[in-house]
């Protein structure tokens, strides 16, 4: 029984021993080729000196040059002349010289260095080789080129495995459609993808993006940016939260705190949701705002405010289209209204309110079916007004408690000067109710008509003369003769408490809400845009989905 125990024991030890043993010669450098061997101690104590057609192997490591000097002990290898580093159909390197450490399985290669993966070939003085972590790194200036990309920078680091250079001093990417300049670089040489970090700018024929946290697909012209984004073209400069670019599309999208700057229209587009098409050739840009939407444009040294649930602009800088839908409002220091429709055209200076429409015109309101307002494009100030069928203005009498002027009718047509109403003429069953006063503001009597037409004169937005012309019906009644019900119009509506006296009052509350809801998000996100995105699936499945095309 001993003796059997004994030789388990001996043939345990002689197994471990073996492996032992084949893991030691695993991990020792191999001298498979050469054309001469001197082993001279005086001159290079000891290393055994390999001339000729030298080839060292470790480890799936090939290294060939014209002279080595193997240190056994050391396990470490210093070639000369013609040096090729080798590792499968990953990398191969070229150099003048290079230095393997066996052990750490690190090599140091300088003097015309050049790094080969299958994607692309770097060029640099003195290059660092990690086998054991798959990367390769350089301090000294380096050029690295593939299909599309020439990358310089000072420094940098390559990792075998993922095909990936990463700089994180100032790098340049330069390709014939694009340009990128950055301090940090995460750059994947098989998709051409890159990834920045910190102020960044990309130059694309024309268009400049700036980000300090985004993705850019050099080969397809694309982008995703993350962090005080900008996108500059000829005349507008897009910004939000979050950008997606396409140059080939000629196409670019906000999502959240988006604002499109107009800079040859003095004009402002705002939303949580933006997409900007554009036709550099014939110049009709396309503009879409959803989600607290807001147009905002300058006109005679004043600002006019417009929002809808969904608005759009369009057409080239001398033809433009503002059109916006769904609970429309629009506010001006001295104009603001709504309605369910905008249609609005800069060539013609004509802009149509469509769907319940009301506007109120310093302490006049005007409501009607259709409502057209005429600018003037020379002096760029409000020329006219149309309202057309059932047409209606109503004034808050100051003096009276509960009075109110009224006149309606078919149509209604107003002039105004210096953007403010001056002349009206009603026409087509023309009725009036109007609060008549002697100098000294007594109320002189309740005065109602009936005609075919009625001016009105207006100064310093209130009512000065009352005219009325043909078929003339017309009644003045003292105010204790003229019953409360009989002092309102059939038709009349007062909508004081709906009047937009702000720019602030311009959203409606579920736009509110929704903006507090979007706020709440932007602020976590800007949380995470503080680090590096992470690598997006099409990055990482690149090579598997295309295979294809290999």
């Known amino acids: 029984m001993k003796k059997v125990i004994l030789y388990l024991i001996i043939l345990l030890f002689g197994v471990q021993f073996a492996h032992s043993q084949e893991e ?17 101690e005086d001159e290079i104590p000891g290393a ?5 057609n030298v ?33 499968g159909d990953s990398i191969t390197l070229n150099s003048q010289y290079a230095e393997y450490d066996g052990k750490k399985e690190l ?18 003085d003195t290059i660092y080789y990690d086998k054991a972590r798959q990367m390769a790194f350089y301090n000294n200036s380096g050029t690295i080129v593939n299909k599309e990309n020439t990358l310089k920078s000072r420094s940098g680091k390559y990792y075998v495995n993922a095909k990936m250079y990463q700089f994180t001093t100032r790098v340049v990417v330069t390709n014939p459609k694009a340009k990128i300049e950055t301090n940090r670089l995460d750059y994947y040489e098989n998709s051409g993808h890159a990834y920045v970090f910190g102020p960044s700018n990309i130059y694309n024929q024309g268009n400049v993006i700036y980000t300090e946290n985004g993705f850019y697909d050099t080969k397809r012209n694309t982008g995703i940016l993350k962090k005080n984004s900008k996108i500059y073209y000829d005349n507008k400069i897009i910004e939000g939260d979050e950008l ?10 906000g999502i959240n705190n988006v604002k499109i700057t107009d800079t040859l229209n003095n004009m402002v587009a705002k939303g949580h949701y933006a997409e900007l098409w554009r036709n550099a050739q014939t110049r009709k840009d396309s503009i879409i705002l959803t989600k607290k939407a807001l147009v905002i444009t300058k006109v005679e040294g004043d ?23 769904n609970n429309v409002r629009f506010y001006k220091t001295d104009m603001s209204g709504k309605c369910d429709s905008i249609h609005s055209n800069n060539k013609t200076a004509l802009t149509k309110l469509i769907g319940n429409p009301v506007v109120w015109n310093n302490d006049n309101q005007m409501t009607g079916d259709i ?40 149509n209604l047509y107003g002039r105004f000067e210096d953007n403010k109403l001056r002349e009206v003429d009603i026409i087509k069953n023309t009725e009036s109710i109007y609060y008549m006063y002697s100098e000294d503001n007594e109320l002189i009597g309740i005065d109602k008509k009936k005609c075919s037409k009625i001016n009105l004169q207006i100064t310093d937005n209130q009512i000065e003369t009352v005219t009325a012309y043909k078929d003339v019906e017309s009644n003045l009644y003292p105010e204790d003769e003229f019953p409360e019900n009989a002092r309102k119009l059939r038709g009349f509506t007062w909508r004081g408490d709906e009047r937009i006296k702000s720019k602030n009052d311009i959203f409606p509350e579920e736009e509110l ?26 990055t990482l499945e690149y090579d598997e989905k295309n295979k294809s095309e290999k």
């Open 48 to 52: 055994t000196v390999f001339t000729g």
């Open 107 to 124: 090599a140091i290669a300088t003097g015309n260095v050049l790094l080969r993966s299958p994607e692309s070939t770097l060029t640099t």
């Open 55 to 87: 080839e060292v192997v470790h480890k799936g490591v090939i290294i060939n040059c014209n002279k080595a000097y193997y240190f056994d002990k050391e396990n470490y290898v210093k070639a000369f002349g013609n040096v090729r580093i080798n590792q």
């Open 513 to 538: 809400e929704l903006d507090k809801q979007i706020q709440i998000e932007a602020k976590q996100k800007a949380e995470e845009n503080e680090t590096p995105m992470e690598v997006l699936p099409e």
């Open 303 to 325: 600002s006019l405010y417009m929002h809808g649930k969904k608005m759009l602009v369009t057409g080239p800088p001398e033809d433009r289209v503002i059109r916006a839908f």
């Open 244 to 253: 997606f670019y396409d140059r080939n599309k000629n196409f670019s999208k």
């Open 24 to 40: 030691e010669n695993t991990n020792t450098i191999k001298i498979v080729k050469n054309d001469f061997v001197d082993r001279n």
């Open 371 to 410: 409502m057209h307002l005429i600018g003037n494009n020379k002096t760029e100030k409000l020329d006219s007004l149309k309202v057309l069928n059932n047409a209606f203005l109503i004034q808050k009498d100051t003096l009276s408690k509960n009075g109110y002027n009224q006149m309606k009718g078919q």
